[in-house]
């Protein structure tokens, strides 16, 4: 299903976005060294977004991505990861892919509003919740630690 | 330039698109490559020695990247089965969620290098069997089903009602016992999701003269839950002419297509 510039832009202002309750890091259903998170947003306008976490300490990555559920990935933030943009630059290691009607989620950019580092996910996800305009009524855990024996 | 200069260039050029580099507390070697998960980032992987061997891995970031761009909770059989044949293309093992391949004594490290990379590229293009980055409608999947089902169907049969007015149900299914006509709610907005059941419900209500005789139809509204836009109301609302199924539960709709 398209998604406009604008309401994409709509989305991300409404800021009555919200995630109720805590949220605990768990295995995937690989049991892969990662550890993620998953939880629906709520808001008043109803839009069926949800919003993923993704970790690894050994590399160290991180990501928090926001998903509307009839388009997949529209907003989401990487780190440990480099990225290279249509246009042939590359963004490094702390980017951010935001949907355009031109590029759907392939352009990303440097979130200068991202100041934590991916070691610490707790305070990432705080940074990202401001400038998603998202408000999260809970606490997110901090991850287990890292397994290092992985096969 | 010469042949032999173009060959030259391009094998001088191509180790430099791989930047390898220690990484963590040394353990692992991560080579940057200059291949692309389908979003523009980067395909790391990642080497370890083990005695005579060594162990080239993506250490799961592949599998971890498609699922962070989807809402679904787990890979569907199908998809599974895709990462299966990439992996068997490219000589490479799926554990753990990790694409890994072991590079032996005699083998080239390189060449086991851009194996597991070239298997990460391929299991990541499963990117494009979602069904929103594809083209593919939610009743193009309920026809598919249909089809594994070995149910019989007509899709976009038209059919006109007790006011002249022609519908078009996604579905007319002939199954052993009975046949169903059925309609597929699919929408991705709250708002436009009560525009949706209303024109279901009016459908089913000029079509009506189709649910009697000895070869009575049955009626079907199948709601697309795997987006949360559907209220009680909407539900009750078809419910009044229709039965209800769930896309979420597709072996209760096959059961009901298959009941008397």
């Known amino acids: ?67 509307l559920k009839t388009v997949g990935r529209v907003y989401g933030l990487d780190l440990g990861k480099d990225h290279h943009n249509p246009q042939c630059n590359q963004v490094g290691e702390k980017h951010k892919h935001q949907w355009t009607e031109h590029l759907r989620d392939k352009e990303a950019y440097v979130p200068h509003d991202i100041t934590a580092p991916p070691t610490d996910p707790v305070a990432v996800w705080r940074q990202f919740c401001c400038e998603a305009k998202l408000t999260h009524e809970g606490a997110l855990h901090a991850p287990p630690p890292a397994r290092k024996e992985l096969f | ?67 962070m761009q989807t809402a679904a909770l787990r890979r569907s059989p199908k998809q599974t089965a895709l990462i299966q044949d990439a992996c068997l ?108 059941v209303n024109h279901v419900h009016t459908a089913f209500f000029d079509l009506n003269y189709l649910v009697v005789g000895p070869e009575a139809l049955r009626f079907i509204s199948l709601f697309d839950d795997t987006v949360d836009v559907w209220s009680d109301e909407d539900y009750r609302l078809a419910e009044q002419l229709s039965t209800v199924a769930r896309w979420s539960r597709p072996d209760e709709f096959a059961d009901l297509l298959q009941a008397a």
């Open chain 2, 1 to 67: 330039m010469s042949g032999i200069g173009l060959c030259r260039e391009f094998s001088d050029g191509l180790a430099a698109l791989f930047d390898c580099r220690p990484h963590g507390d040394g353990e692992y070697q991560r080579i940057r490559t200059p291949y692309l998960y389908p979003d523009g980032d980067n395909i790391d992987v990642f080497c370890k020695a083990e005695g005579d061997l060594t162990l080239v891995t993506d250490l799961g970031e592949t599998s971890r990247w498609l699922r």
């Open chain 2, 89 to 196: 293309t490219h000589g490479v093992e799926f554990y753990k969620g990790m694409l890994q391949a072991r590079c032996r004594q005699g083998d080239n490290l390189a060449a086991v290098v851009c194996r597991v990379a070239q298997a990460a590229l391929r299991v990541a293009d499963l990117w494009f069997t979602f069904r929103t980055r594809s083209l593919e409608s939610v009743a193009d999947e309920v026809a598919e089903f249909l089809t594994e089902r070995e149910l019989s169907f007509v899709r976009g049969e038209k059919l006109a009602g007790r006011s002249g007015r022609v519908w078009t149900p996604d579905f007319h299914v002939r199954a052993k016992l009975r046949s169903s006509l059925v309609y597929v709610l699919s929408t991705g907005s709250r708002s436009a999701a009560r525009s949706v």
């Open chain 1, 1 to 67: 299903m398209p998604l406009s510039n604008s309401e994409l832009e709509t989305i991300l202002n409404d800021a009555s976005k919200r995630i109720e309750g805590d949220l605990v890091w768990q295995e995937d259903e690989d049991h892969s060294p990662w550890v993620e998170f998953r939880a629906d947003v709520r808001s008043e306008a109803g839009w069926p977004l949800l919003v993923r976490g993704s970790y690894y300490p050994y590399i160290p990555a991180l990501s928090f991505v926001l998903i």
